[in-house]
């Protein structure tokens, strides 16, 4: 059996973005790649509208809790991945030589509007990561 190549894949807070693309990677990807992910400044807890939206693609976050990319710098990494500007700039630098990329999307916990308005956000995001960051990944073979 081959080994599984490690993405991390980081934000801010942990809370939407990472948490949604580490769920799709490891469910859609899971044979060849497990992801981690992990916020340059961790919120509480994983936002319930990332919960909400992934359950609706039949994937489970709740047992999710958003954690500091400190705890995973001394970890062999194939690939970091960046999903928002602000971990973009605040990216650790990793003691080992990893492959970096950024994909940005745009924070669905910032949206306004009336609560469908705002899953709808949520749903938006949720469909943009898994049409954007899974082809990257895709891409790189073990």
């Known amino acids: 059996m081959e080994t599984k190549r490690r993405v991390l894949i980081?934000?801010?807070?942990n809370s939407?973005?990472?948490?949604?693309?580490?769920?799709?990677?490891?469910h859609e990807l899971g044979e060849t790649w497990e992801a981690r992910s992990a916020g340059t400044r961790?919120?509480?807890?994983?936002?319930?509208?990332?919960?909400?939206?992934?359950?609706?693609?039949?994937?489970?976050?709740?047992?999710?809790?958003?954690?500091?990319?400190?705890?995973?710098?001394?970890?062999?990494?194939?690939?970091?991945?960046?999903?928002?500007?602000?971990?973009?700039?605040?990216?650790?630098?990793?003691?080992?030589?990893?492959?970096?990329?950024?994909?940005?999307?745009p924070d669905p916990a910032e949206a306004e509007g009336t609560d469908d308005e705002i899953m709808a956000v949520f749903q938006t995001v949720r469909d943009a990561i898994?049409?954007?960051l899974l082809p990257e990944i895709r891409g790189r073979t073990v």
């Open 10 to 13: 980081l934000c801010t807070g």
């Open 16 to 26: 939407c973005r990472s948490q949604m693309a580490e769920g799709w990677v490891n």
């Open 42 to 105: 961790p919120a509480e807890a994983v936002h319930p509208l990332a919960v909400r939206a992934m359950e609706e693609v039949g994937i489970d976050l709740s047992a999710g809790e958003p954690e500091s990319v400190e705890a995973y710098l001394d970890e062999p990494w194939d690939l970091v991945i960046t999903v928002c500007d602000s971990a973009r700039e605040s990216c650790p630098v990793f003691p080992r030589p990893v492959e970096t990329l950024h994909i940005s999307f």
């Open 130 to 132: 898994r049409d954007r």
